[in-house]
């Protein structure tokens, strides 16, 4: 009923930046907080942050300046910058939307399928 699609992975070089995009699509009655998560090699899944339909944002741990996260409402999509890459950064993004669709009074959470992000040296 909702799909989360993933896009703007790919190889990255040192330094380097790469911006994901997540658009929600399908029926859709409002969505409030989208988010991104990270599944590095060999470590666990982690919450990089999160945005509310009014544009506030919270991270998780250290990554606010390097990746700021933005949103466009109209659209239903929610973005992340990711700047001055490292290998560490190497992972597969999600992008999460909580989304209450018609049909139901409370909302539910959605996952994309994920975006793969290589560094590459």
């Known amino acids: 009923q909702v799909q989360l699609v993933e896009s703007g992975g790919g190889l990255v070089q040192p330094g380097g930046s790469l911006r994901l995009s997540c658009a929600a699509s399908g029926s859709i009655y409002r969505i409030y907080d989208m988010g991104w998560y990270r599944q590095a090699p060999g470590k666990q899944f982690e919450l990089i942050g999160s945005i509310t339909g009014n544009g506030e944002t919270t991270w998780a741990g250290s990554l606010r300046d390097r990746f700021p996260i933005s949103r466009d409402n109209a659209k239903n999509a929610v973005y992340l910058q990711m700047n001055n890459l490292t290998p560490e950064d190497t992972a597969v993004y999600y992008c999460?939307?909580?989304?209450?669709?018609?049909?139901?009074?409370?909302?539910?959470?959605?996952w994309g399928r994920g975006t793969q992000v290589t560094f590459s040296s």
């Open positions: 999460n939307a909580v989304v209450r669709i018609p049909a139901r009074e409370s909302a539910m959470p959605y």
